[in-house]
């Protein structure tokens, strides 16, 4: 996570992430009832990541194709 804040500036951060953190937040705590903190966190991590995927999948169709010089 540190790695990740580092490499990217903080306001990318927040434009590409923040989406798919907060929704990933919202669903952890309103679903993931496992009573084990361990199992919570890998599934929010899991779903974060699959979210992200997702949105980065959509935006990369919406981006017209750059073609070469």
């Not at 996570?1 to 705590?29: D, H, K, W």
């Not at 966190?41 to 999948?57: E, G, M, N, S």
Request: hydrophobic letters at 50%; proline letters at 3%.
């Amino acid at each position: 996570m540190y790695t990740l804040i580092r490499t990217i500036p903080l306001t990318r951060f927040i434009t590409e992430q923040g989406l798919a953190l907060g929704v990933s937040l919202i669903l952890a705590e309103m679903f993931y009832k496992f009573h084990s903190f361990t199992l919570e966190c890998i599934t929010f991590l899991a779903t974060w990541y699959v979210l992200d995927f997702l949105i980065q999948t959509v935006r990369h169709w919406n981006q017209p194709e750059k073609f070469g010089s």
